[in-house]
DNA sequence: ATGAAAGCGCTAACAC
DNA sequence: GTGTTAGCGCTTTCAT
């Protein structure tokens, strides 16, 4: 049981060419390929197309100790924020030659630490993590030994690692400033847990858009995960509380905010009618649920394309590139409406 | 700019522990450890935890010829078929200590061979591949070469190379008993392109059910493509045509019956008042769109599992694991419901 | 039970 | 412009 089938190796390119194996290892890098006659490049090529000769990336690898691969940690990629990202990832560093070796955290920081472990062990010449919490130290450590490492979606406290975030801001003014044109004055803010960049920032966010634009904060609703469910609980006990009840939620997250969908409508109130949902991610199918989702977009795929590309540049020597925010927009769809409590008021 | 961090080497931690490589070496693999003495071992291991070492797979891998990394082909993993089969494949390698090299084919079938050449290169113990059409031969050619591969989601002619698919004809059966119960005698069938595995076998499961159940064939529109896009333009076609207008249709996709139900709402037909429709596959948040989508499911995650569990058999040493299908429920939701035809014909 | 030493296939000095 | 050769860090005979 053979494991590798005797491929053929650079000496047997050797001797079919008539050439030494340095000789051959020039002529089929790129990069040296010009300090080789034409004539020689030719018969190794020859020879090597005849052979079906490819190097031994194992061997290739501990020579040059490049690998020719980046680790990509994520929560999860079946949550539908991540699959665009990886696309995106891929796509770029398939342009470069490169491989992407993926890892599921779980959601467990304590996985997410091994998984960047057995990555590095393996070798890979950078890191894109997407598993980042605040107070995470291990992306700072990493890139104070120079291991190129590009924050995704998500950062650290510490700066000066590089990232790419979404720029919440823009979008989510634009979206309070509708609601508040629609007359909606009773706006609760669904927020994520506080330790991430994303959670921490959305709230920011909406908080900031508040104050430009109602002079005041909102009341927040804290939910215990970044889940569906997470967000049903949070509002079912929101509704079920007996405070008053919102005109609009804005949810720090597409998932949160369905999570709130169901549990308004477990209540027999309706969204938008009753009650306005914004969410933020603009996840796949989106603008196809029920009702389409009105929400906070931005491009993933972009984002992990530039992720892809700043730890290109990291691994080609920019010690330190700028870091990324991705533009946000603001999509209004059929979860959001005029409010009602306004339009009866007129 | 050092890429690789000075890390210990094995020789580092032979004097260290005041052993040889040989003995570290042999410590320190769980299946040559019962060779050394308890004292050594504990020697070295405590040695190794202190240098904090790691061994070097790119070494490791050049020696023993294998990689612990197993190459994943798919279409694309922002398909929402597709990110929990790798779910699924991540958590099993990730048992075995193994990891997944991942690759995006874009349905481009010489990208896909590109993109296992490229893996292959890289040394991959083993392959999963998920996008197979029905004449490919190179999953025969790899199979052939005792190249470990299995064939996920889609299959080719050639049934010795093992692989995991969808046992469509059960679901299938289920949902056309309902929607003949249901009333529904005008059925059309929008089908994908016939030449993978999925799009043939989801014809003839769909007939073969219309013959059981009805005791005749249905008429069949042929989507160009896999897409919403695609089923939007067959159905479109379809209403256009002047032909009558079917009371349900049985999809071979969710993508292909969204696009359908868009095509169908342009007309100013409801679904399911005037259509019902049918998917396949019951990707995430088919259960949330407008309307919930009807649909035949099975458990991707499962699927991608299975796929890796014999791939790693097949590492293992299994030469000829037997394929696996997985089985297909029928999942009734808001898109289908009484032929309203048949309930006047009352 | 342990160690010495031979490579795995490649690249990069270094010589010519 | 080309060839010779010394390793990269590891596993695995083969001795002892």
Redesign the interface.
Known sequence: ?????NAPRISDVARESGFSVATVSRALNPLTASAVSPEARRAVEAAAEVLGY??????R??RT?????VGVVVP?????L???M??GI??VL?DA?Y??????SGGDPAKADKAI???????V?GLIIATANLEDRRPSVLFD???PVVLLNRRTYDTRVPSVTAAGSRGTTAALTQLVKDGHSNITVLAAPQHTSTGWERLRDIEGAAAKRLGRTLPVVKATAVSESAGYEAIRDLLESGDSVPTAIVAANDLLA?GAIRAIRERNLRVPQDISVVGFNDM??CD?????LSTIGFDH?KMGAEAARMVMNMIA?DVKPKSVRIPTVWIPRASTAVCRDASSRV
Chains 1, 2 share one sequence.
């Open positions: 049981m053979p494991k590798r089938r490819r190097p031994n990336e194992a061997a690898s501990l100790n490049k690998s020719l691969i999860d990629i079946a949550n539908p991540f699959p665009r990886v696309r891929d796509d398939d030659n491989s992407s070796l993926l890892a599921n472990d057995r990555l590095l062990q393996r070798g010449d030994s120079n291991v369905l796949p199918f196809r649920l029920d009702p389409p795929y020597g």
